[in-house]
């Protein structure tokens, strides 16, 4: 079964740190691949998302995501954070081209940025 | 707003009894999808629907839970005789399927469920 690793489960950083959060898939074939944020009290928003193309993907507010295909991976990056990005992060994936395309979620991660 | 709604927000139950919870998804998206999700954890996908047809069902859902999307515009999830287990919090989300596969889902704001 597919499944998908979020390496950290909190991070803690100070503002202006740069972060990188870790994210890999088990699945042999084409993905479409996501980050979606929750921010304390909200619902899931997407961040980013990557269906084909070049594999450096941007989303909202300053993240960043490249996909590696060799290593199965989907990193989240910012080069600076702020206070409001203490939220949870969480990697997804769903099959390419797939009849279905439910989303597997990874576990999250917390982040947590010090003011 | 335009996004997906939910209703209600919370809902508290004593074990046994029946549930049933509606989400109103984006007006022109033609997939529904249901995701449970617990603490420690990500979303898990219970089950969706392109326009009215329920398409696929996960394991997760056992028989007391049943979901009707009617018309294909709203759904509901309903849980007959609740358990302990079931506490969670019930995600909706709703996509534009388009050919090629290319989807992007938009979640609700979520039921969170306590059974008591």
């Known amino acids: 079964a597919q499944s998908v690793s979020q390496h950290n489960h909190h991070v803690i950083l100070s503002e202006a740190a740069s972060l990188e959060l870790g994210c890999n898939y088990s699945?042999?074939?084409?993905?479409?691949l996501f980050w979606y944020v929750q921010y304390p009290g909200q619902h899931l928003q997407l961040l980013l998302k990557?269906?084909?193309?070049?594999?450096l993907v941007k989303g909202i507010k300053g993240f960043e995501a490249e996909f590696i295909k060799s290593k199965f991976s989907f990193n989240l990056r910012k080069p600076s954070v702020q206070w409001s990005d203490t939220a949870e992060y969480f990697c997804?994936?769903?099959?390419?081209?797939?009849?279905?395309?439910?989303?597997?979620f990874g576990k999250g991660t917390k982040l947590s940025v010090k003011p | 707003d335009t996004g997906v709604s939910q209703d209600p927000r919370h809902k508290i139950t004593k074990r046994g009894q029946n549930v049933t919870f509606r989400c109103d998804p984006i007006s022109e998206h033609n997939r529904l999808y249901w995701y449970r999700q617990t603490l420690g954890q990500g979303p898990e996908f219970l089950t969706y629907?392109?326009?009215?047809?329920?398409?696929?069902k996960s394991r997760l859902l056992s028989d007391r839970f049943s979901a009707e999307r009617p018309k294909g515009s709203f759904s509901t999830l309903e849980i007959q005789r609740t358990e302990q287990g079931d506490s969670a919090m019930y995600l909706c989300?709703?996509?534009?399927?388009?050919?090629?596969?290319?989807?992007?889902?938009?979640f609700g704001p979520g039921t969170r469920l306590l059974v008591l």
């Open positions: 997804a994936v769903s099959l390419y081209g797939g009849s279905q395309g439910n989303l597997i």
């Open positions: 629907f392109q326009n009215e047809a329920q398409l696929e």
């Open positions: 699945y042999g074939g084409t993905v479409n």
């Open positions: 990557y269906f084909s193309g070049d594999p």
């Open positions: 989300a709703s996509s534009l399927a388009l050919a090629g596969g290319q989807e992007t889902q938009y």
